[in-house]
């Protein structure tokens, strides 16, 4: 698993979707906008979230992308998750890099993953919809 750009960015753009939720869809442009990335770029990820089931998409005039669950019942670890398998899927995996590594370093990364996985699940887009408080502010706190 890796803290990807793609992974940020598809998280980013699902928070983007949480705080216009209700209100109408949102076209990528604005989207692509807002975070400063291309449109074509976030037109992969947003491929990847609608396989995810995270998005639905809106055609024709007004059209655009609207959440597909509700901003509390997705994880952030729901997205990294479906995102690094679409990438395990295409070829991508760490495989290589864990075998050079040897075995006691393959240990340690993927200890990490399951750490990071484990604190990821316990945040909802909805968390950081509130403002990067509660939950996260006491990890960052933390360290």
């Not at 949102?26 to 396989?51: G, K, N, P």
């Amino acid at each position: 698993m890796r803290n990807s750009s793609r992974s940020r960015y598809a998280v980013a753009a699902l928070v983007d979707l949480a705080q216009a939720q209700a209100k109408r869809p949102i076209a990528l442009s604005e989207i692509a906008a807002r975070q400063s990335v291309s449109v074509s770029y976030l037109e992969q990820v947003f491929a990847l979230l609608r396989q995810g089931g995270f998005v639905k998409s809106v055609r024709g005039p007004g059209g655009g992308y609207l959440l597909a669950r509700e901003p509390e019942q997705i994880t952030v670890a729901d997205v990294f998750t479906a995102l690094a398998a679409a990438k395990t899927v295409g070829g991508e995996a760490d495989e290589g890099e864990t075998a050079r590594a040897g075995a006691s370093v393959a240990g340690l990364w993927a200890t990490l993953d399951k750490e990071m996985l484990r604190y990821l699940a316990t945040i909802t887009i909805k968390d950081v919809v509130a403002g990067q408080d509660g939950k996260l502010g006491v990890a960052l706190a933390a360290e």
